[in-house]
């Protein structure tokens, strides 16, 4: 599965960024779809996901600033980051799974973009 990220920059503290993730080989509104992230010297942590149903979850490091979404005529997979903060400074993935379980671990996904990076001045 091909997953590609974009969207990504360098912004100031309280800026916003949005990122999207495109896919050509599955429906995105058929499979959940993640977002994780990756800081400097930190392990790879959940941000969000959105299930086949619509549901959605967040970390709560992030819950009321950012906001995950998908555009099925687009095949595309969006994660919107306002109210950014420093910490927030991290390598973003796109996550899909074709399987029933949908959560904020990495071990539930199996397929993986190569990351666009974010980088939140203060």
């Known amino acids: 599965v091909q997953l590609v990220e974009s969207g990504g920059g360098s912004v100031q503290a309280g800026g916003s960024l949005r990122l999207s993730c495109a896919t050509s080989?599955?429906?995105?509104?058929?499979?959940?779809m993640g977002w994780f992230r990756q800081g400097p010297r930190k392990e790879r942590e959940g941000v969000a996901y959105?299930?086949?149903?619509?549901?959605?979850r967040y970390a709560g490091s992030v819950k009321g600033r950012f906001t995950i979404s998908r555009d099925n005529t687009k095949n595309t997979l969006y994660l919107q980051l306002d109210n950014l903060k420093s910490e927030d400074t991290a390598m973003y993935y796109c996550?899909?799974?074709?399987?029933?379980?949908?959560?904020?671990?990495?071990?539930?996904?199996?397929?993986w973009g190569q990351g666009t990076q974010v980088s939140v001045s203060s």
């Open positions: 959105i299930s086949p149903h619509g549901t959605t």
């Open positions: 996550a899909l799974t074709t399987g029933s379980v949908c959560s904020l671990s990495s071990r539930t996904f199996e397929n």
């Open positions: 080989e599955y429906i995105v509104n058929d499979n959940c």
